[in-house]
Each structure stands twice: as C-alpha cells, then as structure tokens.
C-alpha cells in the first residue's frame, strides 16, 4: 500500500542530560512502496533502519513546520535551488549522521514525498531505494507531527527540558486558530511566523486586508520575502485597475463539465485534457490557426487591453502577470504584460482560472508558481494557444526546425517559447536553423 511513514524504534539510553543520547532509535521511513532507509553498508550487508538519533530530524522538521506544508518551487527551474532544499530536503537534518535523500514539497491542497537512491562517501553506505508518492496535505502533515511529538514526549519523560525542538514544537502546539492563516502565509513565502521579520509581516498584513478570498496565498506561493513587496504593488494595483475593464462571460462553458483534478495524473494532464475537451464542446477545430482569438470572441475577451502595474518598469520576470475575478457567470480580467502574445497566453490562462474556480465567486492570480492548479492553467493554455494537432500538421516526421517554431508561433500569434515547449514536452525534436 503507498504510504508515507517514519518510524522511530527507541533504543536503550544511558542515564543521561543530552537529547542526543535520549534519542537514539532504528529510525525508518517509507515512501511510495518502499523503505527508502534501507541501505547496503561497505561489507555489503542490508539493513531496513537507520540507527542514529531522530533528534536533529525532528527539530528540522519543527523549524521548517510551516513552509514544508505551505511553500511550493517557486518556479519550473528551482528544483535544485539551495535555500529551497535546505527546508524540503531532510539531507538538512543531518548533522553529521547519513540519511537518505527525501524530499518534501507541497502541490496544491496535496503534498509530494519523493526520494531517490543515493550514495554516502562519508559514511560508505549506499541507499538503494527510490519512492514517490503524492497525498493530501492533511496526511503528510498527521505523519510528520507524530514523528515530532514521539520525539518531544521521550525527551519530557527522560526529563530533558528546554531545548530547540521543544520550544519550537510548543509555539507550533500553541499557534491560535486566528493565526493559522498568517503562519500559511509566511510557510508559503518560506519564512517562519516565529522569527520576527516588522517589514514582512506589515506587507502581509496589509495584504490580507486588500486583498479578498485566495489572492494573498496565491501571492505567497509565487514570492520570496524578497519579492514580495514588488509583487504586492502591482497586484494591489491591478486588482484596483479591474473594476473598470470590460466584463467578459463565462455563460457558454456553463455546461461543459472540467475534467476532475485526478492526483494520480500530472497537474498539466488536466489541463491539455481541458483544452481539448472545450475545443470539441463549442466547436474549435484543433487545425485553426485562429482557435484562440474563437475562444476569446465567445467569452467576450480583448488580451489586446493591458492594465497599468503602477510602475514604469519591464514587466518581465513579475508574478503576477493576470488577475481573474469572478462573479457567477461574469469575469474581470487584468492583465499585465507588455507584449500582446504575452497578454493571449495569460488570457487562456485565466479562462481555465476562471472556469476550474472552487466558488462562483472568486478571485485569483496567474502566477509562475508551482502549484497544481497554475501547472494546468499553463498547460491549458499552451494546448488552447498552440495546439499540438497543429504543430504536427506543419511538420515532417518528429523533428522540426527552429525557423519552423518561429514561423507557427507568427501564424498562431503566440510565442515562439510556446510552440518550442509543446514540441519539446511533447517529445518532439527541435532543430538548429
């Protein structure tokens, strides 16, 4: 049965004031299918456990409680991105002890354990199982505080007070309801809500009382502290820019079922699933090179008006590049990029935003985040934009040309980043000129 599990096996301790020795246990972890602890030591021996003590493991835990269940990548290429390591990989946890490589990393309303074989120089042992699961918040996060609570209550009952993970683990233990929401801000953001940062937490706060329904954590999981308060001023711009747009309809998709949101498949399969399935509802043929601008004349949508971001600069890079507001079949949207194509790619990102809404009335961002439900708007809208159907009609074979990816995305009227990344994901082979 899949699962995620970490178990701690106590083993005798001497009569002693260290939670180090207090600690020390067989610590095991499975993901997926397998015990992803199980190594083969130098004299070629397997063993299922760790033996070490879960100490350092748990006040890593502790410390990182809010960004391990809120904080997601930031973008497509931070999986490598040290600081974001340093709180989702428990290789952090270490301190001179040798655990397996895991890695935990919150998706949406779901959570993703993933760990990969790895060997040891330092120790000369080798971890030769892999495993993956995905399952919802509330599970990773159940699992995770009994492993640090079976921590925290052995050190109390072997009469070792005072010390990080403790303190830690009792201001979690005592956060008030009315602060939860706050301390998922903060988790999104990768901060803890219990290091005092004045300047963040007076741009949340503001944030929270601007801004309605999920466009503050939608925010969060878009930012880094350090980018948060750019990000802030033009989104609190934007969203003020959006009362006065035109509103566009939502009415003809009132009757097209969104395929569900299925765990077992990757986010961007909903979303070319989508494309596809509203293609064939209102009668888009695959091999239109105008199958956009049909989509946006039915939903009485102009991506040619662009909002103001309340600065003079680029708007390249930014992360908030729409805002979507939604009320029963009418919808507001704000977009915010220079260029016109920029502008077409978010529009089809905001009609999935829009139509997938949990409430008829609500309110997001489009942002480069790594979240579930912004995997499938992108993936949506590249299928939507620049449809695959259309791009193998223009080719020969499974390679194509890199002039070739210019000249469809002039004819699709869309970026030439668009085509290239829907040949590419798509398995097709990209040529030099």
Known sequence: MSKFLIKCTWLPDKASSSELDRTLCRLSLAVGDNVVTEYRSADRTTYEDLQLPSYFLAEWVAENWWPLLWEPRKNEDSEDDIDFLDRHCILAAQHGFVLPKVTIAPFGRNIKVYASPRFSQLADVRFTKGGQIILPRQKIESELRKFVHDVVDHLDKGHIQSTVLQDTWSLIEETADNEVEFCRLMGALGVSPYI??????????????????????????????????????????????????????????????????????????????????????????????????????????????????????????IKVVGVVERSAFDVKIALLQDHFTQRRFAAARAV??????????????????????????????????????????????????????????????????????????????????
């Open 196 to 317: 005092a940062d004045p300047q963040l937490e007076k741009l949340l706060e503001m944030a929270l009382a601007k801004f309605n329904s999920r466009l503050p954590m939608d925010l969060c999981l878009a930012c880094t502290p350090d980018d948060f308060a750019s990000a802030s001023n033009i989104a609190q711009s934007a969203v003020a820019s959006s009362a006065s747009l035109p509103t566009s309809t939502l009415a003809p998709l009132s009757t097209i079922q969104l395929p569900p949101d299925s765990i077992s498949l990757p986010a961007w399969r909903r979303g070319v699933n989508a494309a596809r399935r509203l293609r064939d509802k209102i009668g888009i043929a695959e091999l239109d090179p105008k199958g956009g601008d049909r989509l946006f004349d039915v939903l009485k949508l102009d991506p040619s008006i662009k909002v103001g971001t309340g600065s003079n600069q680029s708007t390249e890079g």
């Open 352 to 433: 999935f935003a829009a139509w997938s809404s949990e409430s008829p009335e609500e309110s997001r961002f489009l942002t480069p985040a790594v979240t579930r439900d912004q995997q499938a708007s992108r993936a949506f809208a590249a299928e939507m934009m620049a449809p695959l159907g259309f791009i193998r009609s223009k080719m020969k074979g499974a390679k194509i040309q890199q002039d070739r990816v210019f000249e469809i995305a002039n004819e699709l009227n869309i970026g030439s980043d668009v085509v290239l990344k829907q040949a590419l994901n798509n398995g097709l082979q990209v040529m030099p000129y």
